[in-house]
């Protein structure tokens, strides 16, 4: 038996099932395969392993990234899928393709199969890598529609643990390899451990729409606050995670059994959130039923019944048969669902995606490249994974921050999303000029920097694709967004960092195509600081076209949806005090039903 705040008793059974199917549990598990979805962001540890092991040049690394930032970005397919198919469907594709993408890129570094061409390299890193797509797709959008009206906040949570997940899967790859492996088992781990997460919690991955009980001012300000405990335990863990990485970096010869200890603890932060969930939903449990049930679920049925077809001002008309092409440049109203097509020859979705071409481009290019970096700067080898957990943790404040303070700012001062991107953008150049300028220590600081504003473009991208073009079609468009980051990765990591680098390198004679100085990436960068800049305006350009929208109320239609449907319980649960409330509230809607149809019929 669970206890009550009123002192009741629960039955410990039937609560468990309401835990394991409420919407909080189904957030939480989003948040484990959100932690685990983030292997793509620690391509830095790993790549010396398949540079070595592969005798690859720098140029063909960037390529092999590049087509790691495409598997990871293009979720056109896992978009579709899921506009047609329940969650479920989509983690579980994606867990076999990390499974497998990564499982042929360790046994292909670890010369267990015949050393693949490079186009195969490329394949399999691409599969793996769209793994994680289809993982956000399942479980971050899924996330957003069961809670529509904290759709920044939520998106900076989701977003942020996955920026948590490369200073997670490091610490585990310690405690469990040690720290004298080149990575090549980290590539093990991350074939496993995502597939086996997603797997694990994919039946409670679900839509569950929400009732009149949570569309209460009330109710709505106690779900802000849960996701604000949620927020102080992943700050927690994220305190952690960086404490930990600057006592193992000061730390010589930090020894096993600690890295042991170190990852217990980790994941007993990990998992703290279960007790969030556990309160949320004893208050959702033993919540009583509202009074206004009957008359809420009363109106519904009288208002349809006596519309008379005949007296409507387009009887006797037949509208003409429209195809998906014919509205295509006639889109409907900001917020309003627009279709797919309609979309993306939008203006609104040209600009963001310039935008995002040239902030996450840029940002990704300078996270790729971190370990080349350092090494034609200097920094000692160990200081890699420094950096690479650097990022991760503060990627992961980018994406909380920009999640929560961009909603706090559009709440409280109707401030558009597009000009907090465009701030993102204009601090992301201070990170790239500190790398072309090589100030000594500094890349310490542009990691810090860079990782910050690389997550903190992601919850504005996907918050504002959900605002301006609604959410009918989020899975799909949600992807497309996304599209842009190979897109710019292209560009500006293989077409120029990856390019200058080796030509560097050549006039250097560097053996095995190593290339040393600030040389080496002074002028990508000074180009990429540049395009950063045009991203920045680009994004005013944005906040500008929508700043009349966000005037306004964007959230409304949601509560007014929620209220209509009337206060939900899950399918085939009865608490029991509901027992003698139900059956009054069938008379008292059979009643109400009379009583409106006399009503309308006398005034017809």
Request: net charge positive; proline share 5%.
């Amino acid at each position: 038996m669970v206890s009550g705040d009123g002192g009741g008793r629960v039955p410990s059974t039937q609560f468990a099932k309401h835990v394991v199917g409420g919407r909080w549990f189904m957030f939480f598990a989003s948040i484990l395969i959100m932690a685990a979805a983030g292997g793509t962001y620690i391509f830095a540890i790993y790549s010396k392993a398949i540079k070595s092991s592969l005798g690859y040049d720098q140029q063909t690394l960037n390529t092999l990234s590049f087509f790691k930032d495409v598997g990871a970005n293009v979720g056109i397919l896992p978009g579709l899928i899921n506009e047609v198919t329940p969650p479920w469907v989509v983690l579980a594709c994606g867990a076999a393709m990390n499974l497998v993408g990564y499982l042929m890129i360790y046994l292909s570094i670890t010369g267990r199969t015949a050393r693949p061409a490079v186009w195969l390299m490329c394949v399999y890193i691409a599969v793996g890598a769209n793994s994680q797509s289809f993982a956000n797709t399942g479980a971050l959008v899924t996330a957003v529609k069961n809670f529509p009206e904290d759709r920044g906040v939520v998106l900076g949570l989701l977003k942020g643990f996955v920026g948590l997940s490369g200073a997670i899967f490091t610490q585990l790859y310690r405690a469990i390899y040690g720290t004298d492996n080149d990575g090549a088992d980290l590539v093990l781990l991350m074939a496993w451990l995502p597939a086996a997460i997603s797997l694990v919690f994919i039946p409670t991955i679900r839509i569950m729409p929400r009732g009149a009980a949570v569309a209460t001012a009330a109710s709505s300000s106690r779900e802000r606050k849960a996701f604000f405990y949620f927020l102080y335990a992943s700050i927690v863990l994220a305190v952690y995670l960086l404490v930990m990485n600057v006592v193992e970096l000061e730390v010589l010869g930090f020894p096993r059994p600690a890295y042991y200890v170190t990852a217990t603890v980790l994941l007993l932060l990990i998992f703290f959130p279960i007790v969030i969930v556990v309160q949320q939903e004893l208050k959702t449990y033993l919540q009583p039923p509202l009074p206004t049930q009957s008359q809420s679920q009363s109106v519904v049925p009288t208002t349809t019944t006596v519309v008379n077809e005949a007296d409507s001002p387009s009887a006797g008309t037949v509208k003409p048969a429209t195809t998906c092409f014919q509205d295509v440049f006639r889109p409907p109203a900001r917020g309003e669902d627009y279709t797919i097509l309609q979309a993306l020859f939008s203006m609104d979705m040209l600009v963001l995606f310039v935008a995002t071409i040239c902030g996450v481009g840029g940002t990704l290019t300078a996270i790729d490249n971190l370990n080349q970096i350092g090494q034609s700067l200097g920094y000692p080898q160990r200081s890699v994974g420094t950096f690479v957990s650097l990022v991760s943790i503060w990627n992961y404040a980018g994406r909380v921050v920009a999640g929560f303070a961009s909603e706090h700012l559009l709440a409280r001062y109707k401030v558009p999303r597009p000009l907090v991107l465009a701030a993102v953008l204009l601090l992301a150049c201070a990170g790239h000029l500190l790398i072309a300028v090589g100030v000594s220590n500094g890349l310490y600081a542009a990691s810090v920097i860079l990782g910050f504003c690389f997550g903190a473009q992601w919850p504005l991208l996907f918050a504002i694709i959900s605002e301006v073009f609604g959410l009918k079609y989020y899975s799909t468009l949600y992807n497309f967004g996304a599209v842009a980051s190979p897109v710019g990765s292209y560009i500006l990591n293989v077409r120029i960092a990856g390019r200058r680098y080796d030509e560097e390198a050549l006039r250097q004679g560097g053996q095995g195509g190593t290339c040393i100085g600030v040389r080496c990436f002074r002028d990508s960068f000074y180009i990429i600081a540049g395009v950063t800049l045009l991203g920045a305006l680009v994004s005013l350009l944005l906040a500008w076209r929508t700043r009349n929208f966000y005037r306004g109320d964007l959230y409304g239609k949601f509560k007014a949806e929620a209220v209509a449907m009337g206060p939900l319980v899950p399918a085939g649960e009865e608490r029991p005090e509901d027992a003698t409330a139900n059956g009054a509230a069938t008379s008292s809607t059979t009643d109400a039903v009379t009583t409106n149809g006399s009503k309308i019929g006398s005034a017809d």
